[in-house]
């Protein structure tokens, strides 16, 4: 059976998941079919703040739980809805989710968008922003709107991706197939994936777990052993459309990355390189005659862009190594950014996406076998990326 990459969004509202992360993209093996598809969940808050000695998914959903909530968001055009889900990251009204939640399939935003809390409260919110290229989404509803005598926004606290090692056990609440406030739990099974975005671009440094997430999953939170968020969830990868013990959370850095730009001007700007690579590793060096055993070979350089502006060199030819197509051959190899090494062609485009456009970097490359180092001016990375050709 075919595996298929599917974004946790619902019925209605569907956006496809392009690849979305730095400002460069690789050459890959095999292209993945994507559905988009919402799902809704909700997440867990650490009681007292501090890291727990045992994981106590019971107190984790206690304490968390009530600032999970549920969205469901209306385009009158067509006539669609998506559901999905996402939690407070503040008292004032600010909530995160997935951008395929909020929107169509083309990146509009919804024309209607509301927010049913734990407590049953449902108000209607407004969206702050979209960002597109790390399908992240900011909505705000006005808390006084509450109602009940005990009606508050309990926000969730962040954590950080630095702490988390594969084999940690994680949770995640939500509202699978529409199952409100429902409570999955389950490990790290893998760090530093690379997903699908709304653009072309990938998202790196993804969480991978297998704890069940489902349609309807889409804009939760991933929480670690002290009901910290550490990610959102977006994608599963399936044969059969369901959760098949392989999700993706976007990483909670790039979740803050986007939602503060978002709130400071609505929208998030990424870094532009210009290229697209391939990963070299040391029996495709040996073949290609390289000292070098890592790194990302450039393939293709778009012209005008800031690669091509400062003399890198993409293929002159190309080869099929080892069943992989398309090795591309006489190009420029980049081994470091800034003095940081890279290990794969992922590598680029996570340290690119950590930089604004305007800045400039300095690219340790190799050309006939020989190091120098390049200056680059990043660019502003266009609002998709071309397809592969």
């Given amino acids: 059976m075919r595996q298929t990459l599917a974004c946790l969004a619902a019925v209605g509202i569907l956006a496809g998941c392009g690849g979305g992360g730095d400002g460069s993209s690789q050459t890959t093996t095999a292209a993945r079919a994507s559905q988009t598809q919402t799902t809704k969940v909700e997440v867990l808050k650490p009681a007292g703040g501090g890291a727990r000695s045992s994981f106590d998914p019971q107190t984790i959903y206690k304490s968390e739980g009530p600032g999970v909530v549920t969205l469901l968001a209306i385009n009158g055009e067509r006539g669609g809805e998506g559901l999905g889900s996402g939690f407070a990251i503040d008292g004032d009204g600010y909530i995160a989710t997935n951008a395929h939640v909020v929107t169509t399939g083309s990146g509009a935003t919804a024309n209607e968008v509301y927010v049913q809390f734990a407590d049953g409260n449902k108000l209607t919110a407004r969206i702050v922003g979209t960002d597109l290229d790390s399908d992240v989404a900011l909505v705000k509803v006005d808390p006084s709107q509450l109602r009940g005598p005990s009606a508050k926004i309990v926000a969730l606290p962040f954590g950080a991706t630095s702490e988390v090692k594969v084999g940690d056990p994680v949770a995640a609440i ?133 690669a091509d502006k400062a003399g890198l060199h993409g293929a002159t030819s190309h080869i099929t190594f080892q069943g992989v197509p398309r090795i591309p051959v006489g190009s420029d190899l980049i081994v470091s950014v800034d003095g940081r090494k890279l290990t794969e062609a992922e590598d680029l485009s996570d340290v690119i996406g950590l930089h604004q456009p305007g800045d400039n970097v300095q690219l340790g490359i190799v050309r006939d076998n020989r190091e120098r180092t390049v200056s680059v001016r990043l660019g502003k990375r266009p609002e998709r990326l071309a397809e592969a050709r």
Avoid: W
């Fill in 174 to 306: 939500g509202s699978p197939f529409g199952e409100q406030q429902s409570l999955s739990v389950g490990v790290v099974s893998a760090l530093n994936r690379d997903i699908q975005s709304l653009t072309n671009f990938p998202i790196g440094n993804a969480i991978q777990t297998d704890a069940a997430i489902n349609h309807g999953n889409s804009g939760g939170p991933l929480l670690d052993g002290s009901g910290k968020v550490i990610g959102i969830n977006s994608q599963i990868r399936s044969t059969g459309g369901g959760g098949e013990g392989v999700g993706f959370a976007i990483p909670v850095e790039t979740v803050k990355r986007s939602v503060d730009q978002l709130r400071a001007q609505g929208h998030v700007e990424y870094a532009y390189l210009g290229v697209s690579s391939a990963s070299l590793y040391p029996q495709l060096a040996e073949r290609l005659g390289l000292k070098q055993i890592s790194g990302a070979l450039i393939d293709l350089v778009e012209p005008g862009g800031p």
